[in-house]
């Protein structure tokens, strides 16, 4: 495996993976955080204010990797517009964008860390997958470098393989995290604190660890109550939720007859 003395690091973008892992760059020995691209004048404010900020494409420092965190379908044009050599390394963060996007430089790849994040919610790096691809055998060695001085679980996928992860996190996290959302409006609609709601959640998230999604499926909709859903379906009557409810719960019946 390659490994550099100091592995110097340029970010483009400042979003919420752009700040999580200038956090993370910043923490970890043998990484030095160049600085941060982006296209505001300044650098906002919850970025540590010693990192260097430019938003000039055209006038970045030399570095060993060039990671560019943005709006997918800005990767492609961005990428076209950083003027690197053949032994920097450019790199997008996105799960669902093909490598081939990056294919005008000489060495490109992908480090894609599979995790929701938020400015305001600290991450334990050490814990995410991080999903990685070169375009080489040389360029792939040197991303793993990289993800495995941030965490210990580096994983290497095609661009095919990691949409395929993309898409099952957005039905584990996005679409969860709505259907969450649509049971506090559901809860506040009958004046009942939302709170009420965290045990079950974070149970529902905890006996992952120990058993398979399918075995710990319960409810109404696996036992096949008709009654109990029917009363479910006459509450929400109005709300716009029903067909959400219908839909759910004619797939978790039909695991009845796998389980």
Known sequence: MYFYKVINITIVGTGNVAFHLSEIFLEREGINLMEICGRKNNLPSYFNDKINYSNNLSKL????????????????????????????????????????????????GVLYPLQTFSINKSVNFNDIPIIVEGNSIESLNKIKTLGLMISDNVLKASSKQRLAIHVSAVFTNNFTNYMRIVADEILKSNEIDTDILNPLTLETSNKLK??????????????????????????????????????????????????
Not at 82 to 108: A, E, M, P, Q, R
């Open 210 to 259: 120990y058993l398979s999604s399918k075995d710990a499926q319960t409810g109404p909709a696996l036992r096949n109550d008709l009654k109990t859903i029917k009363k479910h379906l006459n509450l929400l009557k109005g709300t716009g939720y029903e067909e959400i409810y219908k839909t759910i719960s004619s797939k978790i019946t039909k695991l009845n007859n796998e389980l």
């Open 61 to 108: 420092e030399k570095s060993d990797f060039y990671l560019i965190c943005i709006d997918d379908d800005q990767i492609e044009n961005i990428s076209k517009n950083i003027k690197i050599d053949k032994h920097s390394i450019i790199l997008h963060c996105s799960g669902s964008t093909s490598i081939n996007v990056l294919s005008n430089n000489f060495s490109y």
